[in-house]
């Protein structure tokens, strides 16, 4: 089947270890994106990648990072420099251009919990 | 980005109609309206997008005034299941506009 998996879906770290989370994507799309949510809220956008070996800041990329040697995969790091690391993190892929519009496909989400 | 204002939650009884409206006052001409949905800790799904004509699938309705500045998304026959919170967001149709995820209306289907 087709889709965005996310692993693990639960993540428990130590405060000051870095963690790195994983999204694979078998959907030919060349765009991906990494959320995080908070409880309560929306969805707020870390980094993007429209095409391999690149990627930019989305507006809270302070203490994460990312790398996209793939095109269906985008990893995550997020630093011991990210201060409330403790999050729901989402990983979305889309086609880069498409003629008439362009939807997000999102994965099943890690809930990542720093002790 | 365009941004747009939804009510915080609302209530529907269970086999009505849920009518779940949005605005987006400031939309540009080339961007589409696109709702999601996201029941608890799973990611968002997919619901319908428009531009300007009404739209309807499988799962929904999108209603869009003419003037473009507001929308109403249209589940027919709610379901315990359709209890989730629903995104309202405008983008372009390039994948290089960012999507913007406000706090969304959260729907609560009543039995």
């Known amino acids: 089947d087709g889709g965005i998996t996310q692993s693990p879906k639960y993540l428990f770290r130590k405060e000051g270890q870095n963690v790195t989370l994983s999204c694979e994507q078998n959907?030919?799309?060349?765009?991906m994106y990494w959320y995080r949510q908070d409880p309560g809220q929306g969805l707020r956008l870390i980094y993007y990648?429209?095409?391999?070996?690149?990627?930019q800041k989305g507006d809270i990329a302070e203490g994460y990072s990312v790398s996209r040697e793939k095109k269906e995969s985008f990893p995550l790091t997020v630093t011991s420099a990210q201060k409330n690391p403790t999050a729901f993190y989402l990983c979305?892929?889309?086609?880069?251009?498409?003629?008439?519009?362009?939807?997000?496909?999102f994965g099943p989400g890690t809930r990542l919990t720093v002790l | 980005d365009a941004k747009t204002t939804q009510p915080t939650s609302m209530d529907c009884a269970e086999g009505r109609a849920a009518n779940l409206p949005c605005n987006h006052s400031?939309?540009?001409?080339?961007?589409?309206v696109y709702w999601y949905r996201q029941i608890h800790s799973q990611g968002p799904q997919y619901i319908i997008h428009?531009?300007?004509n009404n739209e309807t699938n499988e799962m929904a309705s999108l209603i869009i005034t003419e003037d473009r500045k507001s929308s109403t998304l249209i589940l027919p026959h709610a379901t315990l299941r359709d209890t989730a919170v629903y995104y309202c967001?405008?983008?372009?149709?390039?994948?290089?506009?960012?999507?913007?995820f406000g706090p969304g209306t959260s729907l609560s289907v009543i039995p």
């Open positions: 990648s429209q095409i391999v070996n690149d990627f």
């Open positions: 959907l030919n799309h060349d765009a």
């Open positions: 400031t939309i540009s001409g080339n961007e589409y």
């Open positions: 967001i405008v983008r372009g149709k390039t994948s290089y506009d960012k999507v913007i």
């Open positions: 979305a892929s889309s086609p880069r251009d498409r003629a008439e519009y362009n939807e997000q496909f």
């Open positions: 428009g531009l300007k």
